[in-house]
């Protein structure tokens, strides 16, 4: 049976506590900053994917993604 390796974001020294609110977002941001840079097809987005599934939690994510769709998103993307 192979192993499964479980990770999360490494540690930013721009978010010292542990409250990880503020990292979850600019995670989320930086995705969709990437994306909007480089396209959809890159995969030098993926790590800023990874980052954010692993903090934040999935109905933040799924309210986020309805106010992008909505043009209501409260960030710059």
Not at 4 to 12: C, G, N, Y
Not at 44 to 49: E, G, P, Q, T, V
């Amino acid at each position: 049976m192979a192993e499964i390796e479980i990770k999360t974001a490494p540690a930013d020294f721009r978010f010292p506590t542990t409250n990880q609110t503020r990292h979850c977002f600019t995670r989320y941001i930086e995705y969709h900053k990437c994306l909007n840079a480089k396209g959809e097809d890159s995969g030098d987005c993926d790590k800023f994917a990874k980052y954010y599934r692993s903090l934040c939690p999935g109905e933040w994510v799924e309210k986020w993604n309805e106010q992008r769709e909505n043009g209501n998103f409260p960030g710059p993307l």
